[in-house]
């Protein structure tokens, strides 16, 4: 049974950090891309991050490059999202998806707001 499950959202106030994880059970973590989207009340699900198998390479989003990071650890199935400098605009819900070929796997979501 394939699961992933996010964690680490929270409430932070604006110019602070979260870690997002994302724990994959249920498929060969290591032979899928990964990546974090997020979806804002009343928008479009976006890509946040991407980062290929090995992690040797990674994309972002023009609205977060230099604030997020992204990782993987192939050990221990995980997936992170290292998020710094957080604006009211990055309040969403967060994702992770797992792709290797059609097979595309989401999350249950993790909310993040960034609020005073």
């Known amino acids: 049974q394939v699961q992933l499950v996010e964690s680490g959202g929270g409430l932070v106030q604006p110019g602070g950090s979260l870690r997002l994880s994302c724990a994959a059970s249920?498929?060969?973590?290591?032979?899928?891309?990964m990546n974090w989207y997020r979806q804002a009340p009343g928008k479009e699900r976006e890509l946040v991050a991407t980062?290929?198998?090995?992690?040797?390479?990674?994309n972002y989003a023009d609205s977060v490059k230099g604030r997020f990071t992204i990782s993987r650890d192939n050990a221990k199935n995980t997936l992170y999202l290292q998020m710094n400098s957080l604006k009211p605009e990055d309040t969403a819900v967060y994702y992770c998806s797992a792709v290797f070929g059609n097979a595309n796997y989401w999350g249950q979501g993790t909310q993040v707001t960034v609020s005073s």
């Open positions: 980062i290929t198998r090995t992690g040797g390479y990674t």
């Open positions: 249920g498929f060969t973590f290591s032979t899928y891309v």
